[in-house]
């Protein structure tokens, strides 16, 4: 007899568009037992209990398809497949990973084996989430506790090493929202941005504008500052120094107080401002040295430290840093006075995610300096309203990019030119940023590649910035999508000579062409793989070769099943044959029906603009034709076939043969392909009649002329001929 259990068959994640959806997903089999037999309404107490633990859960909509639908289908009555879909969504939710998309079919009626899929942005914490999500569903069931506090803190910690960070994450969410393809190239932050020879490199806030030669310039404070007052930015004056009792002439003479630094430093650290005393220049000195190779003593300036991001020589965020105190009540330490004025802010945190740190004195020298030069350590109990500095300028997150004055602006522009970057976070210390350089004491102290953007995105007050968006309109211009014209085939029948054929009209009209096909993988007439390069793997290669202007990618349903689609969307999608569906028996695909939705997901990501080009021949593939968002052309070797009659009388595009010959229509229009000779006779010689029309239709919806369509047909054996030959 089946127990109440949850057991996955199968688990596979499906790395680009498939069955479900546009997106990558986690696809399970279950099988749920003798749940089959009881929904969430006949379990005492569970529906209850899974709310208690999950009160987020009234917020997804389900088919209701508005909040507290799935709250209410719990009430009702619904499979316990479909509640462990939403268990997970809202685990990777609670853990940080913003998810929305799923789905549960039962792939036969009483069978208790059903498919789930649900979205996730990464593979690994989308199975844990799944794993976790069956272990808090059974303990609601079965009435007994669970840690879900521990759970959503290894969901957590997951998505914070594995998942892109949020400065990388948010150029890649606007780049999603121009429909700017992206694929992530390591387990870090190097993103790539489009397709093929459109691409474009992120690695966070560095681009592959960005000059090696300009990093190395702002690492360097001391070349970076002789190089801004060259050109007339305002910098502080100041030099390097090679000790401590160096440190202290060099501040007698610029002038006190001054500011040490390392050299090479970043994020601040080793920094140490305002300082009179000798006893503190030698100090900071041996500090700023801990955390560079060489250390730099400069003027102080007065004022409030901003962090100005500058992309494509445009400033587009402004930060300001606020000192953090704390005020004595005559009992407490500093660092209870910490912990219970400063640290308790909701804003403050350990992570990327919050835009303060929290403040830990061990681990801070800096805030131990100051702390000793107002005459306290950290266990010292201040008078009661006794105000203490702690931190000067804390964290600079605070947005004021809207007062910012355009002599200001272009200063700190001019600044990011003179070094070289194409990103830059500049530092500008001044009283007010609202005013002009002249009457107030401001100077650029910093220019830094790489910088970050969580201030940007999450500042402690003020209004968020689209730094992502402005990054992103800095790589591509307002056309530019970042795609190459993309062509797959999809069915069984012809589909590789299909795809061959058209990767070679598509090189002879002078494009670098990427094949990927069950002969292997192809770069124009050099094959660089002999493995079935029918898969996802052998699509990403292509989509990440820098030299492909186009790309011709085989498919079978098997492949859609197993991995999804390589790429997003797609300018062309070729389908040629519903049929033997058989074969896919693994996948509960049992019938035509069945395979007709395996095969739309081809149609299901043409681009607007873009074509689909299907057998007029086979009316399960006719049926495909209104789902392309795009517009369609029908291939037959008749063109009497219902499909391309019904199509031509409504203006449509059709390829077909009359006596021997191919033709062109749009609409009553038509047009033979002279260059071309008469169709090879069923069965005579390797090249198919009907594979040639869709090719034809390919190659029409690409804008290739009719001569050079006709030519590259008749030449196509010839060149097959010789790349045996260079084969071997």
């Known amino acids: 007899m089946k127990k109440k259990d949850i057991t996955f068959l199968r688990v596979t994640h499906l790395r680009g568009p498939n069955i479900w959806t546009y997106r990558p997903v986690i696809e399970a089999w279950l099988d749920i037992g003798a749940f089959e037999q009881s929904p969430s309404n006949t379990l005492p107490g569970f529906v209850e209990r899974l709310v208690a633990w999950l009160p987020g859960l009234a917020v997804h909509r389900c088919g209701v398809g508005e909040p507290g639908g799935f709250i209410q289908r719990l009430n009702e009555g619904t499979w316990i497949g479909h509640v462990l879909e939403h268990v997970v969504l809202e685990l990777q939710n609670l853990a940080g990973m913003r998810t929305g998309f799923g789905k549960t079919r039962q792939t036969a009626e009483g069978s208790g084996i059903y498919k789930m899929a649900f979205r996730t942005r990464n593979e690994q914490v989308g199975r844990a989430a799944l794993e976790a999500g069956r272990e808090l569903v059974m303990a609601a069931v079965e009435d007994r506790s669970y840690d879900l506090a521990a759970t959503i803190e290894r969901l957590t910690d997951m998505v914070d090493s594995l998942c892109l960070g949020p400065s990388t994450a948010c150029i890649v969410d606007a780049a999603t929202d121009r429909r700017i393809p992206s694929i992530r190239l390591n387990e870090g932050n190097l993103v790539q941005l489009g397709y093929g020879a459109r691409q474009r490199r992120i690695w966070t806030a560095e681009t592959d504008r960005t000059s090696a030669i300009a990093e190395s310039i702002s690492s360097d404070k001391d070349l970076?500052?002789?190089?801004?007052?060259?050109?007339?930015?305002?910098?502080?004056?100041?030099?390097?120094?090679?000790?401590?009792?160096?440190?202290?002439?060099?501040?007698?003479?610029?002038?006190?107080?001054?500011?040490?630094?390392?050299?090479?430093?970043?994020?601040?650290?080793?920094?140490?401002?305002?300082?009179?005393?000798?006893?503190?220049?030698?100090?900071?000195?041996?500090?700023?040295?801990?955390?560079?190779?060489?250390?730099?003593?400069?003027?102080?300036?007065?004022g409030n430290e901003h962090r100005l991001l500058v992309v494509g020589?445009?400033?587009?965020?402004?930060?300001?840093?606020?000192?953090?105190?704390?005020?004595?009540?005559?009992?407490?330490?500093?660092?209870?006075?910490?912990?219970?004025q400063l640290n308790t802010d909701p804003r403050r945190g350990l992570t990327e995610e919050f835009p303060l740190n929290k403040i830990i004195v061990a681990d801070d020298a800096a805030i131990q300096l100051d702390l000793s030069r107002q005459g306290f350590t950290p266990d010292s109990v201040p008078d009661d309203g006794k105000r203490v500095l702690i931190q000067r300028n804390g964290n600079v997150a605070f947005d004021c990019t809207d007062e910012l004055h355009p002599e200001l602006a272009e200063v700190v522009a001019l600044a990011a030119r003179v070094v070289g970057l194409d990103i830059a976070g500049v530092d500008l210390v001044a009283e007010d940023i609202s005013r002009p350089l002249i009457g107030q004491d401001a100077a650029v102290v910093e220019v830094n590649a790489g910088p970050g953007l969580l201030m940007h995105l999450k500042p402690a007050q003020g209004e968020p910035r689209p730094v992502g968006a402005a990054i992103v309109d800095h790589l591509f211009s307002t056309s530019d999508s970042g795609r190459v014209p993309l062509i797959g085939v999809t069915g069984r029948q012809g589909t590789t000579q299909i795809a061959r054929l058209i990767a070679w009209l598509v090189r002879l009209s002078g494009r670098h062409v990427g094949l990927a096909c069950s002969e292997g993988l192809f770069l124009d007439r050099r094959q660089v793989d002999r493995r079935n390069g029918v898969n996802f793997e052998s699509g990403q290669r292509l989509l990440m070769n820098r030299n492909v202007d186009a790309a011709v990618f085989e498919h079978s349903g098997e492949a859609i099943l197993r991995e999804g689609l390589p790429y997003d969307r797609c300018t062309i999608g070729v389908v040629t044959d519903v049929s033997d569906h058989e074969s896919l028996g693994e996948f509960y695909i049992d019938d035509a029906d069945k395979l007709v939705n395996v095969l739309r997901t081809q149609i299901d990501v043409i681009l607007p603009d873009g074509f689909a080009v299907l057998n007029a021949a086979d009316a399960k593939v006719a049926e495909l034709a209104p789902l392309c968002d795009?517009?369609?052309?029908?291939?037959?070797?008749?063109?009497?076939?219902?499909?391309?009659?019904?199509?031509?009388?409504?203006?449509?595009?059709?390829?077909?043969?009359?006596?021997?010959?191919?033709?062109?229509?749009?609409?009553?229009?038509?047009?033979?392909?002279?260059?071309?000779?008469?169709?090879?006779?069923?069965?005579?010689?390797?090249?198919?009649?009907?594979?040639?029309?869709?090719?034809?239709?390919?190659?029409?919806?690409?804008?290739?002329?009719?001569?050079l369509i006709g030519a590259g047909i008749e030449t196509f054996e010839a060149e097959q001929t010789a790349a045996r030959a260079r084969a071997h």
């Not at 994020?267 to 730099?296: K, N, P």
């Not at 392909?673 to 090719?695: R, S």
Request: hydrophobic letters at 50%.
């Open 630 to 707: 795009g517009a369609v052309i029908f291939y037959g070797l008749s063109e009497t076939l219902p499909a391309i009659v019904a199509h031509r009388a409504a203006g449509g595009r059709a390829v077909f043969a009359r006596d021997g010959r191919v033709f062109l229509a749009t609409g009553a229009e038509e047009e033979r392909l002279d260059e071309l000779a008469m169709l090879p006779a069923a069965g005579a010689g390797t090249l198919q009649a009907e594979n040639i029309l869709a090719a034809v239709g390919a190659a029409w919806a690409l804008e290739m002329s009719p001569d």
């Open 313 to 340: 020589n445009k400033v587009v965020a402004v930060a300001r840093g606020e000192e953090a105190w704390i005020t004595g009540d005559g009992k407490s330490t500093i660092l209870e006075l910490i912990d219970a």
């Open 224 to 302: 970076t500052k002789s190089l801004l007052a060259s050109c007339g930015v305002p910098v502080p004056q100041g030099r390097i120094v090679d000790s401590a009792e160096d440190a202290w002439e060099a501040a007698e003479d610029v002038g006190l107080p001054v500011v040490v630094k390392p050299v090479d430093g970043n994020h601040g650290r080793g920094v140490s401002l305002d300082l009179s005393r000798r006893e503190d220049v030698e100090a900071a000195y041996a500090l700023a040295l801990e955390h560079g190779s060489e250390v730099i003593v400069e003027r102080f300036i007065r």
